[in-house]
C-alpha cells in the first residue's frame, strides 16, 4: 500500500490541521527518551501531519479518509507514555485527541469522560461535583490523560489498594471507533476490555471511558526513614496488609537515591537513608501512627500536614513510579530504568538477590501492588546505563532468576509486556483494522506472528533516518 499524504491532508482540510515543523515533532514524541535504547532507534521519527478531532463524528471522518488513502495513524494523547508507545513508526496522521476533553458525566462511584482530558482536570472536576476521585493515576497526573493512562498505562499511584487497570472492575466500559472503509462504533465491557486496554491505539481509538470513582481524601503524605533496606521493604508490605489503614501510595527507595536524586529531601537524609513515600487517607492516621510506632527501625521525618522544611517536596506520588526516573534523569542523564514484576509469594526473596547481585549499578525502587488480593512489589529499578549489551545481560539475570520483566527498552506490544501474543488483542485487530494502519508496528503479532523474541525486533516498515 502506498499512502497519499496530501490527498488525506486535502480532505481533513476543514479540521483543526498542524503542520507547523516545530509542533510538527514535538507532538509526535513522547517519553521514549528515558531509553537510550529507544532514543537510538527513533529520535528522528515525525509524522506527516496532525489532527485534532473535535468530537467522535470528527474521528471517524479522520478514520475513514485516512483508511481510503491507506495512510498510517498513530494516536495520542499527552505524550507521557515512556514504552515509545505514541511514536509514528511509518510516518502519516498523528490524531491528537486534546479536544476530546470533557467529563461528560459524574455518578455515584463513576463518570464517564473523553479521553483527551486530563488526569487532575478529571480529578478536579469528580471532587467539585461530588466530592469523588478517580482510583489510580500515572505519576504524571499534572499532565497526563486518561485515555493515554488506558490505553498505555497498567497502574500506579492507587494501585496499592485498587491492583492493575487490568484487574476486574477498575475500567467499566470503553467506546471503541475501528478503522475500516466504514468505521463502527463498538462499547466493550468485562472480559471485552483486554481487547484494547493497553493496546497502545493499535487496534480502536477509544472516544469514551467510563471509569470507577472513589471518595477523595486531603491524603497525608509523608517519608520516613529506615537504616535497613529490607526493614523498609517489610514496612511497605506490612502497612498494605493492615486492611483498617487506606493508602493510596507506598514507595520504597534503596539508598543513595533520596540523597542523591530528591533535591528538595536532601538535606534531611544522609547517603545511606534508605526512604519510604506513603500516602494515607486523614481518617487513618491514628492507625498508621500506632503502626510506626511498633516499628523502632523507622522514623517519621515528614508529613505535608505538619513540617518544618525549608521548602514545600511538592506532591509524594511525583516522586514515585516514572517520576523517580525523571528525578534521577535530572541529576545523572547516564540512569535508566527496568520495569520488573515481583510476584507473590517469592517477592522479598527475589528483591533481596536482585540487589546482592546489582546494587549499587542496579538501585532499588519498589511500589506496593495488589494483584489478585495478594501484596507485593512492582520494581521501577534504577540502572546505571553503560551497554545495551550489560542491559540486556541484566534484564537476563533477572528473568532467569524468576523475576519477570516488563521491558521499556522496547517500543512493541509483546516486547514491552509478557513477550507472548495477546490473541484477543490480534483478533480484535484483525477485525478493526484491516489494512493495518493503526499504529504499526507496535504489535508484533500482525506484523511477523512467528517471531521468536530472541532479538529486538525491528519493524521492516520503520521510517529511516535522513
Known amino acids: 500500500m502506498t499512502a497519499d499524504i496530501a490527498a488525506a491532508k486535502a480532505a481533513l482540510s476543514h479540521l483543526e490541521i498542524d503542520e507547523n515543523p516545530n509542533s510538527l515533532k514535538a507532538k509526535s514524541r513522547d517519553f521514549f527518551w528515558y531509553s537510550p535504547v529507544l532514543k537510538d532507534r527513533l529520535d528522528h521519527l515525525v509524522g506527516d501531519f496532525v489532527v485534532a478531532p473535535r468530537s467522535e463524528a470528527e474521528v471517524i471522518e479522520v478514520l475513514k479518509t485516512c483508511y481510503a488513502h491507506n495512510v498510517p495513524v498513530t494516536t495520542r494523547g499527552a505524550g507521557t507514555g515512556n514504552y515509545g508507545q505514541a511514536m509514528p513508526l511509518a510516518g502519516g496522521c498523528i490524531l491528537h485527541m486534546k479536544n476530546m476533553a470533557a467529563v461528560k458525566e459524574v455518578h455515584p462511584g463513576r463518570v464517564i469522560v473523553e479521553p483527551g482530558c486530563l488526569l487532575k482536570d478529571l480529578d478536579a472536576q469528580c471532587k467539585e461535583q461530588s466530592g469523588q476521585e478517580i482510583r489510580m493515576f500515572s505519576s504524571t497526573w499534572a ?7 488506558i490505553a498505555g498505562g497498567s497502574g500506579g499511584v492507587g494501585s496499592c489498594t485498587w491492583g492493575s487497570l487490568r484487574d476486574l472492575g477498575n475500567i467499566i466500559r470503553l467506546r471503541v471507533v475501528t478503522m475500516e472503509a466504514e468505521p463502527r462504533v463498538l462499547e466493550f465491557r468485562g472480559e471485552e476490555l483486554a481487547r484494547v486496554s493497553h493496546a497502545y491505539g493499535t487496534n480502536g481509538i477509544i472516544t469514551e471511558i467510563e471509569m470507577p470513582l472513589a471518595p477523595a481524601y486531603d491524603w497525608v503524605e509523608m517519608f520516613v526513614a529506615t537504616d535497613d533496606f529490607m526493614d523498609a521493604v517489610q514496612f511497605a508490605e506490612d502497612l498494605a496488609n493492615q486492611d483498617g489503614i487506606l493508602i493510596k501510595l507506598a514507595t520504597v527507595f534503596e539508598a543513595p537515591v533520596a540523597h542523591d536524586y530528591f533535591q528538595r529531601v536532601k538535606p534531611y537524609v544522609e547517603p545511606g537513608t534508605h526512604l519510604l513515600g506513603l500516602m494515607v487517607a486523614p481518617q487513618s492516621m491514628d492507625g498508621f501512627l500506632t503502626f510506626l510506632g511498633r516499628r523502632p527501625t523507622a522514623r517519621l521525618i515528614y508529613r505535608n500536614d505538619d513540617h518544618d522544611w525549608a521548602r514545600h517536596p511538592g506532591p509524594m506520588f511525583e516522586y514515585g513510579w516514572n517520576h523517580t526516573t525523571l528525578r534521577a534523569l535530572k541529576v545523572d542523564p547516564s540512569i535508566t530504568y527496568l520495569q520488573v514484576r515481583y510476584g507473590y509469594p517469592q517477592h522479598k526473596e527475589l528483591i533481596a538477590k536482585m540487589r546482592d547481585e546489582f546494587s549499587p549499578e542496579v538501585l532499588q525502587h519498589l511500589e506496593v501492588l495488589k494483584e489478585g488480593g495478594k501484596v507485593m512489589f512492582a520494581g521501577l ?20 532468576a524468576g523475576a519477570m520483566i516488563f521491558n521499556p527498552h522496547r517500543y512493541t506490544l509483546e516486547e514491552g509486556g509478557r513477550q507472548t501474543v495477546d490473541d484477543r488483542q490480534l ?18 503479532a500482525w506484523d511477523d506472528p512467528n517471531w521468536g523474541f530472541k532479538e529486538m525486533y525491528s519493524y521492516p516498515g520503520i521510517l529511516a533516518a535522513e
Open 381 to 400: 529499578s534504577l540502572v546505571k546505563f553503560t551497554t545495551e549489551e550489560r542491559l540486556d545481560e541484566i534484564i537476563r539475570i533477572h528473568e532467569e
Open 143 to 149: 499532565t497526563a490523560t486518561i485515555g493515554g493512562f
Open 427 to 444: 483478533a480484535f485487530k484483525r477485525e478493526a483494522d484491516p489494512k493495518g494502519l493503526l499504529n504499526p508496528g507496535k504489535m508484533i
